[in-house]
Structures are given as structure tokens and as C-alpha cells.
């Protein structure tokens, strides 16, 4: 088969790891037959010192046009506080809403290898692992409500609103319980419905869609609550669902369990085959052209989008295996190092891994 893919390479560490992830995808193109036909466009801080814009025209047109889009990171101090008000992380959330990405599922497991890596206790994370599929809401609640300024009791102020609609609520509820069918038949949704109306509505709409699934499991946490338990009692957890904020949050707090954020990918998916695949993580400007970055999330987000978006789950699982064999071999970036593994570049990651393939 023949697959178009826009590409996103973005800012910091971005280019980087992209280049890394493409690298993998030519073996898999060589060793399974398929081809991969890739355009490189641009958004984010590189788009706006190129053409004046974080997302220009043409990149939306490109990314609506693929078969899936691979996206680096983007971001970055330089572009923190442009006089126009235009930011990379616009056209983040610019390109979401445009290929109407409203699902985001982020999948933090713990790979044995890298137990030393995880910060947690071995009693907590005890025997099996850790596998936990955060699905988070990605294209409404707080990060697209309406906004505004005015001057009030105390001054001048802004403020940002929190809206969630039953259709919203409902269509990522439903994406979670599918999931869940396929894994430990667990669901646990994530509000703040003690103080938030928004919250009330999730709840509620969550039940709804949870009684067409009677196989699985359904509890509520509070978001405090539930940012304690991911540390004290993850095992706990199968599938979490919850809105865009929140899941921003708590997906950061569950890479610490597969030891770094270096290590997560995640699959932005609408209600068609086109997807965008990036890791969870930024553009991470600290380590930025230093070779240090891992590139495993990244990685591993192109093994979600041969499941996800193209159904070549042999390719994927082919490319996970090969990530596992170079963690069992003791090979580790700067952010997975323990005692007495080996550390290694952003570059040489990416060599050992397509070694194994
Ligand atoms: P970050 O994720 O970039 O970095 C947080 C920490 O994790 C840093 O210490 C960084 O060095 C480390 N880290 C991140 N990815 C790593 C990797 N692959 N390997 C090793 N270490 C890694 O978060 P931040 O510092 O809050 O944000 C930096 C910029 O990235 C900001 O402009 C932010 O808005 C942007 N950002 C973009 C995305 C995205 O494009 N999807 C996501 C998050 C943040
Ligand atoms: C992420 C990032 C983005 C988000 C930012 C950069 C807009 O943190 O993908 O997790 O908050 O969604
Ligand atoms: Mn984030």
C-alpha cells in the first residue's frame, strides 16, 4: 500500500526525533513492502520565523489531505512573547480542532527493563507492570472556551471558560469504553463534578455511554484524588478518561511511570482513519540539539499510527519489539539511565532500535 504523510518536524528537539522516527519507517517500508510518501510542512515557532505564522494555510491543506500526520514538538522561550500574540503551541491546538481530533490516547507502560528508571517504589508497582491508556478530551473544555478581559473589583483581569457538551462528552466516553472492551474492561473518568457544572454533565453522560457497555467496569475520581492515585495505586488503573485539561496533567504525571516522558507516545484520532501521531512531551529546549533527546515516544507514536490509523499491526507490534529489545540490551537515553545500563544519543537510540529490525 502506498501511504501519503505529512510531516511535522517542529521546534527544539522536534527535527531531532522526527528524523529518528522516519528512519524506522524506512526499514518498515523496506521490509514489509509498503511506501510511505512523506511532505514535510510546517507549524509551530519554525513556520512562524519562516512565513509570519504558526499555521499557515498550506499545512492544514497538506495534513487534511493525508492519509496521517507525524508531528514532532513545538515551542520554544524565543516565541513566548511575540507582539501579535501568535504562539507555536497555536498551532497545536489549531491543527487538532482543524482535522477534528477530539480523541487523544496516550498509553503509559511500564516496561520492565525500565523499573529502575521508574521513580516508584517496587512494592507499588509490584508484579505485571503498569499499563494505562489515558484517553483525554483534545479539541474542547478549557483550552477552547471563550476568553476575555475586562476590568473589575480588583483590577484588570482575563479569564478563560470551561464548557463541555453532552455530544463532546459522549463521543470520548465512547472511544474509552471500546478501548477498555479491548484491554482490562476498566474505565475510570476523571471530573471535578464536587464544584464543576461541566463536570455534573460529564458524569452523567459518562454513565449513559457506560450502560452500553455492561461488560466493563465504570468508577469516578476526583482530578486531586486521582493525581494521588496514579502514584500510590496505579495498578488500580486501566483506561482513564478525561477532559482536555485534566488529561494534559495527569498524562504527564503517568509517563513518570514508564519512567520518562521521553517514553510516551499518543494518537490524536477523529472519526476517520487520519490520525496525528506525536509523543506527549515538548519541544524540550534544555536539551535541545544536544543529541540527548530520547526518541523512543516518537518512535513508538509511528508504531500507533501503523495500529491506529493503517491496521498493519504486525508493522507495529514489529517496531515495539524492537524498542523492547534494545531496552533489554541495556541500551538507555540520559532521561531512562540507571546504574549499570548504557547510555546513548538521541542518534544512536535510533540506530540500535532499526538494528533490530
Ligand atoms: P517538555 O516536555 O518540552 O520538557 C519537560 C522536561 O522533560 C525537560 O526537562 C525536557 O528536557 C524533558 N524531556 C522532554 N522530552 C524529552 C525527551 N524526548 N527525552 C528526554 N527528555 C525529555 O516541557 P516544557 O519544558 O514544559 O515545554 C517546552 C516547550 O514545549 C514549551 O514551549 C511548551 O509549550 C512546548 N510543548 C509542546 C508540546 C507539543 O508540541 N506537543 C507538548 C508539551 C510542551
Ligand atoms: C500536549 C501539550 C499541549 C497541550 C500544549 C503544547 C498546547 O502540552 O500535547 O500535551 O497542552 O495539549
Ligand atoms: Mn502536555
Keep these: 500500500m502506498d501511504y501519503r504523510l505529512a510531516v511535522i518536524k517542529g ?27 512523506c511532505k514535510e510542512v510546517l507549524a509551530g515557532g519554525a513556520a512562524i520565523d519562516a512565513t509570519g505564522k504558526s499555521l499557515p494555510e498550506e499545512t492544514v491543506e497538506v ?5 496521517s500526520v507525524i508531528l514532532g514538538a513545538m515551542g520554544g522561550p524565543q516565541w513566548d512573547n511575540l507582539a501579535n500574540g501568535d504562539r507555536p503551541e497555536k498551532a497545536l491546538l489549531g491543527l487538532r480542532a482543524a482535522l477534528g481530533l477530539f480523541g487523544n490516547i496516550r498509553p503509559a507502560v511500564l516496561y520492565p527493563q525500565l ?38 473589583e480588583l483590577g484588570a483581569y482575563k479569564y478563560d471558560t470551561l464548557k463541555y457538551s453532552e455530544v463532546e462528552v459522549e463521543r470520548i466516553a465512547r472511544r474509552a469504553f471500546e478501548i477498555a472492551m479491548k484491554r482490562g474492561k476498566k474505565v475510570t473518568s476523571v471530573d471535578k463534578a464536587n464544584v464543576l457544572d461541566s463536570s455534573k454533565l460529564w458524569r452523567r453522560v459518562v454513565e449513559e455511554v457506560a450502560r452500553e457497555f455492561p461488560e466493563v467496569e465504570l468508577n ?5 484524588n486521582a493525581a494521588m492515585q496514579l502514584v500510590i495505586n496505579p495498578k488500580q488503573f486501566d483506561v482513564i478518561v478525561t477532559g482536555n485539561m485534566f488529561g494534559d496533567i495527569l498524562s504527564d504525571e503517568a509517563s513518570m511511570i514508564t519512567g520518562s516522558i521521553g517514553m510516551l507516545p499518543s494518537a490524536s484520532l477523529g472519526t476517520g482513519k487520519l490520525g496525528m501521531y506525536e509523543p506527549i512531551h515538548g519541544s524540550a529546549p534544555d536539551i535541545a ?40 540490551a541495556g541500551y538507555r537515553t540520559g532521561d531512562i539511565y540507571s546504574e549499570g545500563t548504557t547510555l546513548v544519543g538521541t542518534k544512536e537510540m535510533g540506530r540500535l532500535i532499526r538494528g533490530q529490525l
Design 220 to 224: 469516578h475520581l476526583y482530578v486531586d
Design 63 to 67: 495534513c487534511k489531505a493525508s492519509d
Design 11 to 37: 521546534d527544539g528537539i522536534g527535527p531531532d526525533i522526527v528524523e529518528e522516527g522516519l528512519k524506522v519507517l524506512e526499514i518498515i517500508s523496506q521490509k514489509f513492502g509498503h511506501t510511505f510518501t
Design 115 to 152: 523499573k529502575d528508571a521508574c521513580p516508584l517504589k517496587d512494592r507499588i508497582i509490584g508484579e505485571g507492570g503498569i499499563d494505562i491508556v489515558v484517553v483525554r478530551e483534545l479539541t474542547g473544555g478549557i483550552y477552547f472556551g471563550e476568553r476575555g478581559e475586562g476590568v473589575g
Design 289 to 328: 540539539g544536544q543529541d540527548k533527546a530520547n526518541p523512543i515516544a516518537t518512535i513508538l507514536s509511528i508504531a500507533m499510527m501503523l495500529r491506529y490509523s493503517f491496521d498493519l499491526e504486525n508493522e507495529a507490534k514489529a517496531i515495539e519489539d524492537a524498542i523492547e529489545k534494545v531496552l533489554e
